[in-house]
């Protein structure tokens, strides 16, 4: 049967068969689907803060298109050269996504079917990226050279630099549990908005609907603006501090996003030490309004009195409360932790950093800065070479294409 079908397929005209199978491209006679260019466009949507409109949708077609020709043509490249990625590497590189977001294992792959999305497209790009990064380190390694000067130099222009622009946020959102219950969730971040704009603290009203269950609370933390999505810096470049974005609406919930500060900062140096005091309130397992209540309540008290650096004592009666001394240098810590700490003075507690089972406030007792405040020659030296290889990256990617067949249909 199998084969009567592709006999079949193959005495179809080419115009014919193109518009049947749904052919996208063609890569040195690889084929790209019209089904992979939709798959990877919902799996942008659905990842980032792009609106699921129908405009967005076609704008992204030829971005999509364009980076999967490339995928196809770096994956080609390392089986040309015999680099292999296995199943393993794809593994730890989804692990490492989690945790960097700071998901639990099998959240991404879980989140990808709830949404009614296939795996295979997001394994396919780590695989492109995993063989490319082989590719590039095997032939252009050697083609990159570094003087000393050129290290001190970067140290020196670093050193001197402003910094760059951060923005101090907090965020509800609020998830559409299901299509039907689209339009009731917009009108609740229409109201949600309204009240913000009439004077109504944020973290207050985020309090009240995290307590019902129908919001949740990303508290404050200090970002790079380039760091932030483009259709929320765009949302956020227009505030003043104090005020509130309208609903965002993203694949699969509504964002309310408050702009608490705004500032020029420069990096730590990642060998600056720090002693931190860490504070954990448990949640309790039955959310209840009294519950949260009570919790929050108690946070409250230890953020205005956290006890001394001396010992483990709290400077109110909090027997729930978990106490432990952390010394650590920011280079090692994550960058949500380091994003925190290094903007607190020794004594300064921080805002509550909520997790899914506990609230943690953290106070640095101690910093011990580096002896020299010009950035690390190691770490710059890494800065450098990675510029350098992403420009032969790029010139070797622009040599791929120029020299192979691509075929886009549609044109």
């Avoid at 005495?11 to 014919?16: C, G």
């Avoid at 549990?177 to 949600?192: F, K, R």
């Avoid at 309004?289 to 409250?300: K, Y």
């Avoid at 932790?337 to 506990?358: F, I, N, Q, Y």
Wanted: glycine residues 4%.
């Amino acid at each position: 049967m199998v084969l009567v079908m592709a006999l079949a397929v193959g005495l179809l005209p080419p115009a014919a068969w193109a518009e049947r199978i749904g052919i996208a491209a063609i890569v040195n006679e690889e084929v790209i689907t019209t089904a992979d260019v939709n798959d990877r466009r919902d799996f942008i949507l659905a990842t980032t803060d792009v609106p699921p409109t129908v405009e967005a949708q076609r704008a992204l077609l030829p971005r999509v298109l364009d980076a999967l020709i490339n995928e196809t043509l770096q994956l080609q490249e390392a089986r040309r050269l015999s680099v292999e990625v296995t199943d393993a590497e794809i593994e730890a590189a989804v692990e490492q996504i989690e945790k960097a977001r700071g998901r639990p294992p099998g959240s991404l792959r879980d989140f990808i079917t709830q949404n009614g999305m296939s795996p295979r497209t997001m394994e396919q790009q780590l695989r492109a990226q995993l063989a490319w990064n082989k590719v590039v380190e095997r032939k252009l390694r050697r083609t990159v050279n570094i003087a000393q000067d050129e290290i001190a130099r970067a140290q020196l222009a670093q050193a001197a630099a402003p910094g760059t622009p951060e923005m101090r946020i907090a965020a509800i959102s609020l998830p559409i549990a299901a299509p039907e219950q689209e339009a009731e969730t917009a009108a609740l971040a229409a109201s949600i908005a309204e009240q913000l704009n009439s004077g109504t603290d944020f973290l207050t009203l985020a309090g009240q609907l995290v307590g019902t269950g129908k919001a949740k609370l990303s508290a404050p933390v200090w970002v790079p603006e380039e760091g932030l999505q483009p259709a929320m810096q765009q949302a956020l470049r227009t505030l003043e501090p104090g005020q509130v974005t309208q609903p965002l609406r993203s694949q699969n919930s509504y964002q309310l996003v408050s702009l608490l500060e705004r500032r020029m900062n420069k990096p730590t140096p990642d060998v600056t030490e720090v002693l931190l005091k860490q504070i954990a309130v448990p949640l309790p397992t039955e959310k209840t309004p009294e519950a949260l209540a009570a919790a929050r309540a108690t946070i409250d008290a230890l953020r205005d009195n956290p006890g001394s650096c001396m010992g483990s004592d709290l400077g109110v009666a909090a027997p729930q409360a978990q106490v432990e001394f952390v010394r650590a240098q920011y280079g090692q810590m994550t960058r949500d932790l380091r994003s925190v700490v290094e903007h607190l003075g020794v004594t300064e507690v921080s805002e509550p950093l909520v997790t899914d089972r506990a609230v943690l406030l953290v106070m640095p007792c101690e910093r011990i800065e580096p002896a020299s405040q010009l950035p690390d020659a190691a770490k710059v030296r890494r800065e450098i070479y990675n510029e350098k290889l992403e420009l032969e990256a790029q010139k070797y990617m622009r040599n791929l294409r120029r020299d192979a067949f691509i075929d886009v249909k549609g044109r």
